[in-house]
């Protein structure tokens, strides 16, 4: 069964750059909604939305349905605040896994300005379907936890014009003894309502010529200081967003200052070598296969677009 309460918030928003999408479709909007309503003198732009949704039972418990219902013609933004879920549409499906009450606010974006609400929905039970190995969250924790390492071969790490494309660099065989101090780093996931992360570098890395004093070999962990210590080793928080990402496969998202699989310095729209941007980073999901030849583990492939058509693509083994 799901509970339904809610708070109203109502209030005119400065479209700053973090929310640059948001005001490119508020232009937009306010462009075609005055060329088809709005006479050459008239150039008001409407009165401020009241924000508004409607949440609706889906197929199954643990998914709800969001049904914009602003007071004004608008565009849908969703963000669930626990999980940092985000969703676009007047009409938008969210699946929740966990039991428990989530706040749930719809950024409208309308003729007359922006405008937020913000309800609860309550999930009854775990959602029992959730560990299963053909849903990405289950792929990537399992039904307890699931480690991963760098997968040891040539190719694992590379970078290049598009996902899972390598012609700018990419990993080779001497590499691999090279940098021998990447793959024994652990990033373990475990299935819980906190999406526990843990990164484990095993007590050093690679230097790469950015990281600690900046050698070309493995270093000890005590060596990332300053800014740079926030890569160290340490438990985050993930989130998995289904259905999204360049291959419809979904994408993976590491949330806390430093989290991060692979190269460190890549990062949403760029790469900075002096220490993490921001607090979170979003992967795609490029490519999952099961049981690799019958060996008993699993292969996730991840990607990261760092501006333009450049995109860093990881490959990670299983290894319980």
């Not at 706040?103 to 300005?113: D, E, P, S």
């Not at 490029?286 to 995109?311: F, H, R, S, T």
Request: net charge negative.
């Amino acid at each position: 069964m799901i509970f339904i309460g809610f708070k109203l918030f109502n209030n005119m928003k400065t479209i700053t750059l973090k929310n640059v999408h948001y005001g490119i479709k508020l232009l937009a909007l306010l462009i075609t909604t005055h060329a088809c309503t709005t006479s050459d003198n008239d150039l008001t732009l409407g009165a401020l939305p009241a924000a508004d949704f409607e949440i609706q039972e889906g197929n199954d418990a643990n998914t709800v349905i969001l049904v914009n219902r602003t007071s004004e013609p608008s565009i849908a933004y969703w963000e669930v605040e626990t999980t940092g879920q985000k969703l676009e549409g007047n009409t938008a499906t969210l699946r929740l896994t966990f039991a428990g009450t989530y706040n749930i606010t719809l950024l409208a974006v309308a003729k007359g300005g922006t405008a937020t609400v913000t309800k609860q929905v309550t999930i009854a039970q775990n959602d029992p379907t959730a560990c299963n190995p053909d849903r990405l969250l289950g792929f990537i924790a399992g039904c307890t936890q699931k480690v991963w390492r760098i997968n040891p071969e040539a190719g694992a790490f590379k970078v290049g014009e598009g996902p899972d494309n390598g012609n700018w660099w990419s990993l080779g065989a001497a590499d691999l003894t090279l940098r021998a101090c990447e793959f024994n780093d652990e990033f373990t996931f475990v299935f819980n309502p906190e999406g526990t992360f843990i990164y484990d570098n095993k007590g050093d890395f690679y230097a790469d010529g950015y990281l600690g004093n900046g050698s070309s070999g493995c270093e000890p962990a005590s060596n990332l200081t300053g800014d740079q210590a926030a890569w160290n080793s340490g438990t985050f928080s993930f989130t998995v967003i289904e259905g999204g990402g360049v291959n419809g496969l979904g994408q993976l998202r590491l949330n806390g200052r430093g989290a991060h699989i692979g190269v460190k310095k890549a990062h949403n729209g760029g790469e900075t070598n002096t220490g993490p941007v921001g607090n979170t980073i979003t992967y795609d999901i490029i490519a999952m296969e099961q049981n690799v030849n019958g060996q008993g583990y699993d292969i996730l492939k991840i990607g990261v677009n760092i501006g333009g058509p450049g995109w860093w693509t990881y490959t990670l083994r299983s290894v319980n």
